[in-house]
């Protein structure tokens, strides 16, 4: 019942916006009770949304998680990431709608939960690192935070680099987000 | 009441407001402050405050950032320009600096805690593009005769955006701390400085 009306409240963000979506219409796109909608989220609209916006961002870190599957080595697999977010980002029609018409409502709710979302692609990235040659002193879990925010803090401001050409993606993965950490060769 | 007294005039009303705004933000967040709230606080009348910042709350609360940036910087580039002259001690001498700054400031930490929607967008998306802009150029005439006037402003970036994930997430290392710090810089940044001269 939670992914139906997560995925119906997605659906009406993605047609009136967030700050015209009721309780109503999630309820009626869901077929189900205003009740159970709040039976499922006590704390009402704001838990829905708060709620829907994690569930997406999830959806978004499980994709970039796959779309890396295929990459050999730590340095190819951050590469491949920072690459695909930076399109994903770009094409997301929803989230770029959003980030033109109600900027106030989502960059708050985004900041928010992305933030969580960092110990878990920490504890993504510990594998890779374990398989690597890491530079001496380095801590494994303190280079997976490290990598794990420095990706995060690109993917949506790129700032100086462009994230849609493969040499930058290459020069800034070597440089600002590896050289301290793996072996170089 | 008269309807101009001494206290809602004077030079340094706006400045008064802007302490006023940042005591009450400190005390009870952002949402509760009412501009009754700041306008008690700084001794002067409501009138005066939507005077001094037409368009209430949101243009006080620009003004306050405004302002705790200005100091910040200041008080960044007072380190900076006492550092010594090694790349690494300027990097340490910078990062805890800054660090210490973010942590030790009452109104952002109570934000961060209680209402962090209003302080995580400031530093999200296009807005994090823009602090970066301006830090990038702030830390690049500091980092020039280390690593050159090309990558200078680069290094800038990448070492703003470590501070701020690092002060405003909850993090393994403590970059208000010198011997973190150091170990941080010895770790993580150095090394792709060097690595850099060579992209």
Redesign the interface.
């Known amino acids: 019942m939670r992914e139906r009306l997560l995925a119906a409240a997605y659906d009406c963000i993605a047609r009136y916006g967030l700050a015209k979506t009721t309780v109503e219409d999630v309820a009626r796109e869901a077929g189900l009770s205003r009740a159970s909608v709040y039976r499922t989220f006590p704390g009402g609209r704001d838990e829905l949304i708060r709620e829907v916006v994690s569930w997406q961002i999830g959806v978004f870190f499980a994709d970039l998680a796959h779309s890396v599957a295929a990459a050999e080595g730590f340095e190819d697999v951050v590469e491949a990431a920072l690459l695909h977010a930076h399109r994903a980002v770009g094409e997301h029609a929803v989230l770029q709608k959003l ?1 033109l018409t109600e ?2 409502r989502l ?6 939960e992305t ?1 969580r979302f ?1 110990p878990l692609i920490a504890a993504f990235a510990e594998p890779y690192l374990a398989a690597e040659r890491l ?1 001496p ?2 801590d494994r ?3 997976a ?2 990598v794990a ?2 990706v ?3 993917i ?5 680099w462009d994230l849609a050409d493969p040499a930058q993606v290459q ?1 800034l993965v ?4 590896l ?3 793996v072996e ?1 060769g | 009441m008269p309807a101009s007294t001494a206290v809602d005039r004077g030079p340094d009303l706006d400045e008064r407001i802007v302490d006023a705004a940042l005591a009450c933000f400190s005390r009870w967040g952002v949402a509760k402050t009412t501009l009754d709230d700041i306008a008690r606080e700084a001794g002067c009348s409501r009138a005066s405050v939507y005077r001094q910042f037409p368009g209430g709350k949101d243009v006080v609360l620009d003004a306050v950032a405004g302002r705790e940036l200005r100091r910040f910087f200041d008080g960044l580039r007072a380190v900076l320009d006492a550092a010594p002259a090694t790349l690494e001690d300027l990097l340490v001498a910078g990062i805890t600096c800054a660090s210490r700054a973010l942590r030790d400031h009452g109104a952002l930490q109570y934000l961060l805690l209680h209402e962090p929607e209003v302080v995580l967008p400031l530093v999200a998306f296009d807005r994090l593009d823009h602090v970066l802009d301006h830090a990038a150029a702030f830390c690049a005439p500091y980092l020039e005769p280390h690593v050159g006037e090309e990558w200078a402003p680069r290094a800038g970036e990448w070492i703003t955006r470590m501070v701020l994930s690092y002060s405003l997430v909850p993090a393994t290392f403590d970059l208000t701390d010198e011997a973190d710090a150091r170990r941080f810089v010895r770790s993580f940044v150095a090394p792709g400085l060097t690595a850099s001269r060579t992209h």
Not at chain 1, 107 to 112: F, G, M, R, T, Y
Not at chain 1, 156 to 160: H, T
Not at chain 1, 174 to 177: K, M, P, S
Request: avoid cysteine; proline fraction near 11%; charged fraction near 25%.
């Open positions: 980030l900027p106030e960059v708050p709710a985004i900041s928010v933030s960092v530079r002193g380095i879990r303190e280079a935070d490290y925010r420095m995060v803090s690109h949506a401001s790129p700032g100086r020069a070597r440089t600002e987000i050289a301290g950490i170089p």
